[in-house]
């Protein structure tokens, strides 16, 4: 009785090693599969991201031609959802520019937008942006130094490049105001390349 109690306790520990080798394996390919799709949420997850953007404002005031200096633009954002995020900026020209005689500079421009994705096809989306903005312009003539604030929004387009960096061209209404009874636009066409982290 006591070589089949110790035959019995072999049997089973050589059973048991059996099946935990087997399920070892087993659970080897999960963890496997587990770790893959970890990895593809993490890339796909929404992320952080900084960006740079050059373009033009547009000044357009009643009786005059349009004005357009050169402006460059930083952007932080933080996503809130996969395709909303929040992003802040900060903008101003390289110098005076001038039409016609009439000259414009952008001192600064800070604005603060809610943000929403479209995505349309693999690395491609359009873009709608609402917020509050503030443009502080001095100009040679009419009141010289403005300082308005109120809403602003814009379209937009980004293409997705190698290594978490993207593409935009966009279109965006600053605040406006009036200069001597002259009421005046600014809008601001960009381009710009940004890098998630």
């Keep these: 009785m006591n070589k089949i109690a110790k035959l019995s306790i072999v049997v089973c520990a050589v059973v048991a090693a059996g099946t ?4 070892g394996y087993d659970r080897d390919g999960d963890n496997r ?14 992320r952080p991201y900084v960006g740079f953007s050059f373009g033009e404002l547009r000044y357009n005031e ?27 900026r900060i903008a101003g020209s390289f110098g005076n520019s001038s039409t016609d005689g009439y000259g414009l ?6 604005t ?5 994705s479209l995505p349309l096809a693999p690395g491609f989306s359009l873009y709608a942006l609402g917020g509050i903005g503030a443009v502080n312009l001095e100009r040679d003539f009419g009141l010289g ?6 809403l602003s929004a814009g379209v937009g387009a980004e293409f997705d490049l190698p ?26 066409a960009s381009i710009g390349v940004s890098w998630r982290f």
């Design 163 to 188: 290594g978490g960096a993207s593409l935009n061209a966009e279109w965006v209404r600053l605040p406006g105001g009036n200069n001597l009874g002259y009421d005046y636009t600014n809008d601001m």
């Design 112 to 116: 603060g937008y809610l943000k929403g």
């Design 62 to 88: 009643e009786g005059l031609n349009t004005i357009k200096p050169t402006v460059a633009m930083v952007r932080i954002g933080a996503p809130l959802g996969r395709n909303l995020s929040i992003e802040g």
């Design 20 to 23: 935990a080798m087997a399920s």
């Design 33 to 46: 599969d587990y770790h893959e799709r970890a990895r593809r949420e993490r890339a796909e997850r929404p």
């Design 145 to 150: 130094t403005t300082h308005d604030t109120g």
């Design 105 to 110: 500079q952008l001192r600064s421009a800070y």
